[in-house]
């Protein structure tokens, strides 16, 4: 998303300041008011109310709340009073912000209005040869190829290539990953990134910004095939152990993973095996440790036991003269939880017993927290119930109520208060609990009575019992603790990773 200007408005900035402490609710408190101020004072029609609203979708946007984020665009997008040239800028900018929002919530049919209105108004405004008419093209190419059109994307995105080429824009680099994306889907056998051999260096670093920013927003199977292509382009001109070429590396080994049936267990090992080469080479230890923990993961993955449980006391050998404990409690960690995938178990209680001894050596409650969920859990398993309710007690004190590893541990705790199973596999009544005191430890003491959360076909379904009468301050700041709530479980429960 864009804003009007390369300077964040000081709502902005202290929003940011908020991000910063973790606080996300006050963070859209601050630009909330700020939007709220300037329509009192200038009036809903005007560029200064507008441009709040655009501060507001932008923080929303990133926090993941983007159908917030659109109403809030929605806000900004109207003709602005007076239409001075800079305000009319900022208009084109907001309707192509509202035009690529709208596509990721898949409201396609919205979307192509508000990039072809806001397109028509480039034209009229920059004419049609100029860099800021090729801005709108783009996210309309964008849209085409989401859509299926993909004969006009390729019209559109071509015409914005031409033109930001001529213009020696560096918006370049992004319409040039979206030229590859539609020549793939076309099946134009083109190699996407030829001639480009002599773009200046930061605009190859900017091909894979803009490649890995597309992942999450286009066809994974297409994702795979332009990093494919993209690999060759930077080990020529940066190098095999640049930065970027082991981010995209990364990504690609990420990418494989997250394909699962269709992912390519080969090609994910291959890549993991790139980067921890170029990481030994650089004498960056613990990235070559943390490395062989994802290569081992792949390993057993793929069904390679063996290989995995040596890569794991490879990683083991590696990390022993870093004299790095909550980075060897990590590797005991995962290490121990292949054994006892394995059933060696005794290996395995003996490994995450030296888990937690070293994260506590390492006063590091997050990582103690997750090694005593992992110890708790197995000897669960094994029967020994009382020292399994001690270590999972413990580690919900430790953890945050959202985390992976605090939602895995309450439903074996519940299991083991109730006599029930073990809770593998039926964390639903667990990430309600964490639902459940997540909000309530964010909302003054005394503002509810009882907060009744429910986990119905993969969503939260949510019964307020107030208190009290809410005022209109208490009852905005109750909506956005719940909204942030949402967000952050609802990614837990969409990625896992």
């Known amino acids: 998303m864009s804003g009007p200007n390369n300077e964040d408005s000081l709502a902005m900035q202290e929003a940011i300041s908020w991000l910063q402490r973790g606080d996300t609710v006050r963070a859209e408190e601050a630009v909330t008011v700020a939007a709220r101020e300037a329509k009192q004072r200038f009036g809903p029609s005007s560029p200064e109310y507008a441009a709040a609203q655009n501060d507001l979708a932008i923080l929303l946007f990133n926090l993941g709340q983007v159908p917030r984020a659109a109403e809030a665009l929605r806000e900004a997008c109207v003709a602005p009073e007076p239409p001075t040239p800079q305000a009319i800028r900022d208009y084109l900018t907001y309707l192509m912000n509202l035009g690529g929002m709208l596509e990721m919530l898949g409201e396609l049919d919205e979307a192509e209005v508000a990039l072809r209105q806001g397109l028509a108004g480039r034209e009229t405004f920059y ?245 005593e969920v992992a110890l708790g859990i197995f000897l669960q398993h094994q029967d020994q119930r009382s020292e399994a309710r001690d270590l999972l007690t413990a580690a919900l004190v430790r953890l945050e109520p959202a985390s992976p590893d605090a939602i895995c541990g309450r439903g074996h705790l519940q299991a083991l208060e109730t006599g029930g199973p073990c809770g593998c596999g039926d964390t639903g009544a667990a990430i309600e609990a964490a639902f459940r005191e997540h909000v309530l430890s964010r909302l003054p003491e005394g503002m509810l009575e009882d907060l009744e959360v429910k986990l119905e076909n993969g969503d939260f379904s949510l019964q307020v019992y107030l208190d009290h009468e809410l005022g209109e301050v208490e009852q905005e700041h109750l909506e956005r603790v719940i909204h942030h709530a949402l967000e952050e479980f609802r990614k837990r429960l969409t990625n896992p990773y």
């Not at 993955?301 to 490879?314: H, K």
């Open 127 to 371: 004419g049609r040869h100029h860099a800021g008419y090729a801005f709108g093209l783009e996210p309309l190419a964008s849209l085409l190829l989401r859509q299926g059109k993909v004969q006009e994307a390729r019209t559109a995105v071509d015409e914005a290539v031409q033109n930001l080429r001529r213009n020696g824009n560096p918006r370049l680099s992004s319409a040039l990953v979206l030229r590859a994306e539609i020549l793939k889907a076309v099946n134009d056998p083109t190699p996407p990134f030829h001639g480009l051999e002599k773009l200046h260096e930061e605009h190859i670093e900017a091909l894979v910004e803009h490649a890995l920013a597309r992942i999450e927003r286009t066809d994974p199977l297409l994702a795979r095939q332009v990093l494919a292509d993209l690999a060759p382009l930077l080990e020529e001109r940066l190098g095999r152990e640049h930065a970027r070429t082991l981010e995209l590396l990364s990504h690609i080994a990420n990418l494989e993973r997250d394909l699962g049936p269709q992912g390519d267990p080969q090609r994910r090992q291959d890549a993991i095996r790139r980067v921890l080469i170029a990481y030994d080479r650089q004498g960056k230890q613990e990235a070559v440790v943390l490395g062989l923990l994802g290569l081992a993961l792949a390993y057993g993955d793929a069904g390679n036991e063996e290989v995995a449980l040596g890569t794991y006391r490879l990683a083991l050998e590696r990390v022993k003269p870093l004299q790095d404990a909550a980075l060897r409690s990590q590797v005991m960690r995962n290490y121990g939880l292949a054994l006892a995938d394995a059933k060696q178990n005794a290996e395995a209680e003996a490994a995450l017993r030296e888990a937690v001894s070293d994260a506590a050596r390492a006063e590091d409650a997050e990582m103690q927290g997750r090694a």
